[in-house]
């Protein structure tokens, strides 16, 4: 009657030549069935940082913070996945288990204070993909 044939990827039409809907299913008859919106991938990626950066312990924030400012401040431009490499290298700094997403939180929080800002993007070394490049804003103070 209805369905997908496995060898055809078009679908197969009802009797009456017209597409299936819930109430073709007996099962499902006069059931209204809400759409299901489209997942929103940035509010997912936020959702996945916060819980990150909440886990975290309180002196991983504390410090990892620290160490961005101090190596934007010696370093000059650099991307989170070079001062989180950096980090992860030195392993008398108290370390987190996602650091990954929980230094997202922590790059978004000094953005949104006015400590660092984007100036730019370049692809990761490791995995490829586009990121952004940051520099201290008391350092860009300092240049102009």
Same mark, same amino acid.
């Given at each position: %009657?209805?369905? #997908? *044939?496995?060898?055809?990827?078009?679908?197969?039409?009802?009797?009456?030549?017209?597409?299936?809907?819930?109430? *073709?299913?007996?099962?499902?008859?006069?059931?209204?069935?809400?759409?299901?919106?489209?997942?929103?991938?940035?509010?997912?990626r936020r959702k996945a %940082? *916060?819980?990150?950066?909440?886990?975290?312990?309180?002196?991983?924030?504390?410090?990892?913070?620290?160490? #961005?400012?101090?190596?934007l401040a010696r370093h000059?431009?650099?991307?989170?996945?070079?001062?989180?490499?950096?980090?992860?290298?030195?392993?008398?700094?108290?370390?987190?288990?996602?650091?990954?997403?929980?230094?997202?939180?922590?790059?978004?929080?000094?953005?949104? %204070?006015?400590?660092?800002?984007?100036?730019?993007?370049?692809?990761?070394?490791?995995?490829?993909?586009?990121?952004?490049?940051y520099e201290s804003c008391? #350092?860009?103070?300092?240049?102009?």
């Amino acid at each position: %009657m209805f369905g #997908v *044939d496995a060898h055809r990827s078009e679908a197969i039409l009802t009797t009456d030549n017209r597409r299936p809907t819930t109430a *073709d299913l007996p099962l499902f008859a006069g059931v209204p069935i809400e759409p299901v919106p489209p997942a929103d991938p940035l509010r997912e990626r936020r959702k996945a %940082m *916060d819980a990150a950066f909440a886990a975290a312990d309180e002196r991983w924030r504390e410090e990892y913070t620290a160490f #961005v400012l101090r190596f934007l401040a010696r370093h000059g431009r650099a991307t989170a996945e070079t001062i989180r490499l950096a980090y992860e290298a030195r392993p008398e700094l108290p370390q987190t288990s996602k650091s990954k997403r929980a230094s997202g939180a922590i790059f978004t929080q000094l953005r949104r %204070m006015g400590r660092i800002r984007e100036v730019g993007r370049e692809l990761s070394r490791k995995y490829g993909n586009g990121l952004a490049v940051y520099e201290s804003c008391e #350092v860009a103070k300092l240049r102009s």
